[in-house]
């Protein structure tokens, strides 16, 4: 694992961002793997001023996301859908129907096996966008005795709807499923960047990078297993 301290979130996202672009420069019809949630933003934004600027295109790009929640609705202001759209495709120049997110109305399982069918057509992404949940998650990987290798119907952890709740009216308006690309999902990918800002990603950041065992109760230490891995991270989470 590569880690790389930046100044700030700003600092990190713009780190984040330019190893992104090079490797779009690099390869116009890349593939990528996407996150939602606070930390990728700023990157976003980043991309966006280069795709604005004219240094990259994302014309013959595509991408897959890794998660969502189950049974909202796709135009909800809370639904990662509805996420994505504001904070980076209705900014940038895909073309229509390359952007992938799952989808499920309920906690039947069929949509997890739609989705790996969409994901072994999709293969494998040259960059994978990650974030770290406080307690260890990735994507809606929670904590657990056991991790899923594909797609699966997850129920959330109590401090991750907790955590989330920011972002809705109220802790209880925040949905208890989620359906998520499983571990062996998250490692197909070429490159895996993760970011991690701010106080309360540090007890998470300090774990990844000094924990020499594997416990499924920190889904975010199997990344070490992965062959390259960059972690961008902030002064708040790395030093606490």
């Known amino acids: 694992m ?20 090079s490797n779009i420069i690099e390869k116009p019809q890349i593939k990528l793997g996407l996150a939602t949630g606070s930390s990728p933003v700023g990157l976003y934004q980043y991309l966006i001023k280069a795709n604005d600027e004219g240094e990259i295109s994302f014309k013959y790009a595509k991408s897959i996301n890794l998660d969502e929640y189950v049974g909202i609705d796709s135009e909800n202001e809370h639904s990662y859908k ?47 966008i990650l974030g770290i949940g406080e307690n260890g998650h990735v ?30 009216a109220s802790k209880e308006d925040v949905p208890k499923y989620a359906i998520s690309m499983g571990m062996a999902d998250i490692f197909n990918a070429k490159t895996i960047i993760l970011l991690a800002n701010g106080k309360k990603k540090h007890q998470a950041v300090k774990r990844l990078l000094e924990d020499e065992s594997l416990s499924t109760d920190f889904p975010a230490g199997f990344l070490s297993l992965h062959p390259n891995v960059y972690i961008y991270v902030d002064e708040e989470a790395y030093r606490g």
């Open 82 to 128: 509805y996420f994505m759209k504001k904070n980076f495709f209705d900014h940038v120049s895909f073309n229509e129907g390359t952007n992938i997110l799952p989808k499920a109305k309920d906690n039947d399982e069929k949509y997890a096996k739609d989705y790996d069918k969409i994901l072994d057509e999709f293969g494998q992404r040259d960059i994978q």
């Open 2 to 21: 590569k880690v790389i301290v930046c100044k700030d979130y700003d600092d990190m996202s713009k780190k984040a961002a330019d190893l992104v672009i």
């Open 139 to 168: 994507a809606f990987n929670e904590p657990a005795d056991k991790l899923n290798r594909r797609t699966s119907i997850v129920k959330l952890a109590d401090s991750t709807i907790e955590a989330n709740s920011r972002f809705f």
